[in-house]
C-alpha cells in the first residue's frame, strides 16, 4: 500500500451495528484517490437506483483523499457524498477545517455507512478502531452543547467532530454537515442523509502521522508553497473580498437575482466586516491563507466567535440576495445555521424566494403567520430561518427547497425558484460569468454549484495571475469574461476536470492554482514524494475527469437527462440594475455552448450521455451497464 493511505476503509451498518473493515487494494486507490472520485465508486456500486435519498437503503461516504493529513496547505478537506434528498441525483459537499485530517490519523482512508440505527447514535473513532454509541442525550441539541457533551463522554477534549443539528434530524433538506462547529460539508443535503439515518455525528481522534515516503521532499513542497504565498486580501478581508468588484461589475445576486447591483454593498463587504464586527482570523489544518472569520456581536442578537463568521457565500444569501444591510443580522444568521446545521446557500436562497413571492402576492401574511416578508426585512428574515429550523408554518415548505417549495405554493411561484436539478443557486451572477457560473451550474452533477471551475472574469488578460497559472493545461490564450464561444467551453472544461481532480485529491480550490499558490507542477511533486509513485498531470487530471463522468452516469442512472442541464429563464432575460443592466444570457449561444462542453467529455452531443468508449478510456467501462438504453 502506497504512503498516503492506509488501505482501510471502515464499513457501518447502522441497523444491525455491525462494523467491519475494507481492504481495497493500491490500484484502487491510485484510480481513484480518495473524495470525490471515491465516493461516486462506492455510490455507483453500492446504491441501488431508484432509492429514497431518505430511506435506510442510501448510502453515505465519508472520504479523505492522498494527501488529506498530510503537512501541506490545502491537505484539510474530505468529502460528504450520498444520494441527495434535495435533488434526488448526486450528492455531494466537501469541507475543511480539522476532521479530515484527524479522521486521517485516525487509521482510515474512508467510511461508508448503510442502513438506519434504531435509536440516535454517533461513531466514534480512534487509532483504528469504532464503535457506535447512544446519542440519545444530544438529539435535539445545538452544535456547541452536543460537542461539548460528546467530548466530555469519551474524555477525549481533542475528538474532532463532523455532526449534524436539529434541522437534519428534522430532515430539512438541505441541512448540512458541520465539524469544530464553523467548517461545513454545505451543500445538497447531507445533514438530512444523516437525520434520516439517527446518525447525529461522527467523532474522531488520531495519534499517528501521515508520512511521505519521501520526507524530505514532501517537506520541501511544503515550505515552497508557505514561501510562495504572500498574505493577501483572503486573510485580511476574506472570501468576501471580492463583493465590492462584483457589485461594480454588475454581479452581485441582489433581490433573488433580479438585479446585478445592491445599494447597501458597501455596509456588508468584507472590509465593513473587517472594520466592525471580524474579532479574528481563523484557517484550517496546515493552511497559512487564514481566510475563516471570527465575528462577534454584543446587541442586538449575541454572536459568538465560536461559530465563526459569515464568509462571502453566507453574506450575499443573507444580505443583498435578501435586501438586506446590515451585518448584525447577516452574522446572527450564519450562527444560527451553524448550530442547528443549515447550509446558508439554500436558506438564504429559500428565503428570498419567499420574499420575492411576498412582493407579488402570491404569498401574504396569513402564510407567514403574520411576517411582512418584504426584501430589507432582516426581522422577518431571521425569524424565518428559525421556521424553517423548526420545520414550522411557512418554515416547513420552504425546508423542502424552492423546487418543491414553489410546487407546493403555486400560483406562479415556480418562476421565482432559483435552482438548477432542485439545488439553490450560489452567490453567482451566469449573465456576468456565462461559463464559470453559467454552464457550471448548469452541468454540475449536484445542481447548482459555484465550486465547480475558476470564474470567467479571471482570465482576460495576459497579465492575470490566474490565467497565468493554467498554462500547464494548455490554456493559452485569455479569453473575455462575456464570450461563450467554444474556446470558452474548452476553457470550462480543463478547469472543471481540475476542479474534480482537487475534490479527489481534497485540495482547497483557494490554495491549489489557479486561484492559490500550489503551482500545478508542485502539487504532482508532492503527491509522488508522499506515495512514492511517478504519477504526472495527465495522470492526475484524468482522476477528475473520471470522478465527473462517474457522477454523470449516477445521474443518468436515476433519471436525470440533457433537459435537466438548464438554468433558470430568468438568466436569459435582462438583469434590472448594475453595470450589466439589460443584458441575459443568449439562448442559442448557450445551448452551443452546452453542446461544444458535452462534446469535449466524450459524451453524446445532444443527450449528454457518456459514449461506452470514453467510458473504456477512462478505465470506468463497469459503469456502462447504468447507461439509458
Partial sequence: MPSGYHGKVLRVDLTTGKIDVETPDAQFFRRYLGGSALASYYLLRELEPGVDPLGPDNVLVFAGGVITGTAVAGSSRYTVAAKSPLTGGFGEAEAGGWWGPEFKMAGFDAIVVK???????????KDGQAELRDASAIWGLPQSEAQDAIRAELGEPRARVAQIGPAGERLVRYACVINELKHANGRTGMGAVMGAKNLRAVAVRGTAGVEA???????????????TYVPDTMRTIGTSRGLRGLNAGGMLPTRNFKDGSFEGAEQICGEAQRDTILVDVGTCFACPIRCKREVEVKEPYQVDRKYGGPEYETIGAFGSLCGIDDLKPIAYANQLCNAYGLDTISTGNCIAFAMECFDNGILTKEDTDGLDLRFGNAEAMLKMVEMIIERRGLGDVLAEGVQLAAARIGKGAEKYAMHVKGQELPMHEPRGKPAGAGLAYAVSPT???????????????EDMPNYVKTRALGLLEPLPQLDLSPRKARQFFYLQTLWGLYNSLTMCAFVGAPA??????????FVNAVTGW?????????????????????????????????????FFQGLGNGALQGR???????????HAYYGMAGWDEETGVPRRWKLDELSIGWTAEYLPE
Avoid at 433519471?559 to 433558470?568: C, E
Fill in 115 to 125: 442502513g438506519r440505527a434504531p435509536k440516535p447514535v454517533y461513531l466514534w473513532v
Fill in 213 to 227: 515516503v519521501d520526507k524530505d521532499a514532501a517537506r520541501e513542497v511544503a515550505r515552497w508553497v508557505n514561501r
Fill in 447 to 461: 445542481g447548482a454549484d459555484h465550486m465547480e471551475a475558476q470564474h470567467d472574469p479571471l482570465f482576460e488578460r
Fill in 516 to 525: 492559490g499558490p500550489f503551482a500545478l507542477g508542485k502539487i504532482v511533486d
Fill in 534 to 570: 511517478d504519477t504526472s498531470l495527465w495522470e492526475l487530471m484524468k482522476v477528475g475527469e473520471r470522478s465527473n463522468t462517474m457522477q454523470r452516469v449516477f445521474n443518468l442512472r436515476e433519471g436525470f437527462t440533457a433537459k435537466d442541464d438548464s438554468l433558470p429563464e430568468r
Fill in 584 to 594: 441575459g444570457l443568449g439562448r442559442e449561444e448557450f445551448s452551443q455552448a452546452l
